[in-house]
Structures are given as C-alpha cells and as structure tokens.
C-alpha cells in the first residue's frame, strides 16, 4: 500500500531510482528502507531509521558520481543541496545494511566488509583495505584549507595508520558549515544541519 501510494505520488521525479540492499541484490527492492529524494522538494515525513538518497539524473542503476546526498538517523533536512559526497557505486549489492548508519563503497575499491556500527566512505581511484571502527574523519583530497573541494571527499578513520591518508589534514569543516568537528555517531550528507 505504502509502495503504491509513494510511487504514484506527484512529489517525485521518474528519474530518479529506488535502492535498497537489505538482504536483497538491485533487483528487489524493499518499499520501507532507502528511499529517492527527489531535487527541489520537501519531504518532512521520512522514516529517519533509514538512509535517504538522492540521484541526479539517474534511470539505471548506474550512478551519477556528482550529486549524491545523504540523510542519516535522528536528522531533518527536507532541502538537499546537489553538491556534496559521492556514495553509492554502480553494481554494488550489499547484503546487510544497519539501520543507523550508512555503509558505502566506491567505484574500485574492492572492499566488501564494513563495520556496521560507523561510515565508510571510500572515494574512487583510492585504496584503503584496513578501517578502524571508532570515529569518522573526513580528510580531503589533495586540500588542506576550510574550503574543501566536493569532488573528493575521503573519509579517514580516527587513530588509523593508513598511509595513503594525510594526517595533517583531518579537521572536518564542510562549506557553508558551522560546525568544526564531526558528530562521531553519524555523518550528514548535507550542509544544512549539524548536531
């Protein structure tokens, strides 16, 4: 019923998709977890358990790289902005999803094995096999000003020794943000709100 109803309801773009990859692989999608937010409008009444993701301009499971947004638990945010991190890769199927958190794999990495408990967010063209399960850091790629760059937003883990990460540069600060530091618990893809 509740598929039904949000399917045929006007507030959405048909170019937009449905994901979800609890138990299942593309193919069969669950009504009651991830949902599509459509650019440009306002959904109040999202089910804040679960992750909502925007797409733009997407009609396949092939992802566009450039505007992904994400909303996590305990959170309200009923505007996006197109501009911030990439997340979900194409052909990716996850098995198992915690409700609290987002569990996400760029294009290339490989990796198939994450700790439900935090965000792993791996950009494409990089390689970072081992993750420590406490915090999340963002670092950004090749920047070490306040005013980071969207196209490569890497997520570094708190106390870990990979050497392709620059420790120097670990203090999370997204544009248009108030907020030095990261909420240890959660990571928001959007600019409008913080804990």
């Known amino acids: 019923m509740f598929f039904k109803c949000w399917t045929q309801t006007p507030s959405w773009d048909k170019r937009h998709i449905l994901v979800h990859i609890e138990g299942t692989c593309r193919p069969s999608w669950d009504k009651k977890h991830i949902l ?3 650019e440009g409008t306002s959904s109040p009444s999202w089910d804040k358990r679960h992750i909502l993701v925007h797409m ?3 009609r396949s499971p092939s992802w566009d790289k450039r505007h992904i947004l994400v909303h996590m638990e305990g959170t309200c945010s009923p ?3 197109k ?3 990439l997340v979900l890769m194409e052909g990716a199927c996850f098995p198992s999803w915690d409700k609290r958190h987002i569990f996400v794999n760029m294009e290339g990495t490989g990796s198939q094995s994450w700790d439900k408990r935090h965000i792993f967010v791996h950009m494409e063209g990089t390689c970072s096999p081992s993750w420590d399960k406490r915090d999340i850091l963002v670092h950004m790629k090749g920047n070490c000003s306040p005013s980071w760059d969207k196209r ?3 997520v570094h883990i708190e106390g870990t020794q990979s050497p392709s990460w620059d420790k120097r540069h670990i203090l999370v600060r997204m544009e248009c943000t ?3 530091s990261w909420d240890k ?3 928001l893809g959007t600019h409008e709100r913080y804990p």
């Open 36 to 38: 599509v937010h459509m």
């Open 56 to 58: 733009e301009d997407t």
């Open 79 to 81: 505007s996006w902005d």
């Open 83 to 85: 501009s911030h991190i």
């Open 152 to 154: 490569h937003i890497l």
């Open 178 to 180: 108030r907020s030095p």
């Open 185 to 187: 618990r959660h990571y």
